[in-house]
């Protein structure tokens, strides 16, 4: 698995995700500077990391996805390449137009940082085929703006087109409104666009990847995406 | 020529900040809030010549592709002359 790793002035999760890219497929992964307008050949994952993109002025990714290198990661999502977006990286999909919606400042008006549990809830997706269906897995949010709202009727097409794929939920996979960390509509901490390729989520799996952080339950969704392009290769 | 766009968050979206603000001011006993949203403030200076139709286009440019997320937000534009 070749992966991108974009870099935005601001953006601060870029080594983290790096090394939990390298530590399941074996590969570095490339870091791309958001001047460039071209990724790098063969790229099969783009990753959009978390942070700060500029200061989060404006709106939280809005800058970063007017970026000249989000051209190039628009067709690569046009000609059906992966693309994953972790907390900022989610907004700035979001902000870029490769997903609908947008994450608006959290309910409770408090930034969150803490370990919080997901429902995953399909396996049947390179984003997801590292679990089982209905697996709950604990991974770290860290996030003032998370609160993913989207007009009724983009909501209810999420739902009906099974694009939600992880749910903040209870330690036993419960899903209601004490475990909406932030409000989120239908409880969304992470949505995939029409095709399926592009996958936007709040909470950050690349910090339970090694023993060392007591939890490995983030390691599921790389290892997962590793399979799918070895399958394919 | 200046000019100013005004962004604000569209009815129905929950607007948190608006809402503390609003508790902070009838918390500070000013009299008569009703309700608060809070919204952005742009003032802008334009090159060249005074064509306001010009600057008008290009200013409804800025919001659409940058100052405004027009998922949740409306702007006004407004050129000063």
Redesign the interface.
Known sequence: MKSAVLVFPGINRERDMARALKLVSGNDAAMVWHAETELPKGTDLVVVPGGFSYGDYLRCGAIAARAPVMDAVRKFAADGGLVLGVCNGFQILCESGLLPGVLMRNARLKFICRDVHLRVERNDTPFTRGYTAGQVIKVPVAHGEGNYEADEDTVKRLEGDGRVLYRYCSPDGEVGESHNINGAAASIAGIVSERGNVLGMMPHPENHVEDIMGCTDGRGLFAGLAQHFAKAA | MKARVTVTLKNG??D??GK?IEGALKSLGVAGIASVRQGKVFDIELDGAADKAKAEAALKDAAD???A?T??ENYAIEVKG
């Open positions: 979206i929950l948190p900040q503390a592709k940058l100052l997320n998922v949740i």
